[in-house]
């Protein structure tokens, strides 16, 4: 069993940046692929970023595509997202998720085995 904490969440600006940090704890962290999503009010949860157990492989939203970059240092147990460009659809919940049995990062919510308590991300306009 792996723990996720998210942070780095907070109000930014419409064209601004923020970087989340997601640290976890447990199992060994190297051995789960991990994947960003995402919550508006009143939206299903979304598909934000993947990668997967080294790094290697990585795959995006199309909504932030170019905008997004998903990282991880499993040195530290931890993963991130870079968001750069922000703009007021950006705003959610976000969370942190870990995946134990695939080796390709998933974009499908119900094949996540843990998740984070999630980080609020407000983009003002």
């Known amino acids: 069993q792996v723990q996720l904490v998210e942070s780095g969440g907070g109000l930014v600006q419409a064209g601004g940046s923020l970087r989340l940090s997601c640290a976890a704890s447990?199992?060994?962290?190297?051995?789960?692929?991990m994947g960003w999503f995402r919550q508006a009010p009143g939206k299903e949860r979304e598909f934000v970023a993947g990668i997967s157990r080294g790094g290697g492989n990585r795959n995006y939203g199309d909504s932030v595509k170019g905008r997004f970059t998903i990282s991880r240092d499993n040195a530290k147990e931890t993963v991130y997202l870079q968001m750069n460009s922000l703009k007021p659809e950006d705003t959610a919940v976000y969370y942190c998720?870990?995946?134990?049995?695939?080796?390709?990062?998933?974009?499908?919510?119900?094949?996540?085995?843990?998740w984070g308590q999630g980080t609020q991300v407000t983009v003002s306009s």
């Open positions: 447990g199992r060994t962290f190297s051995s789960y692929a």
């Open positions: 998720a870990a995946e134990q049995d695939l080796l390709v990062p998933t974009r499908i919510l119900s094949d996540y085995d843990y």
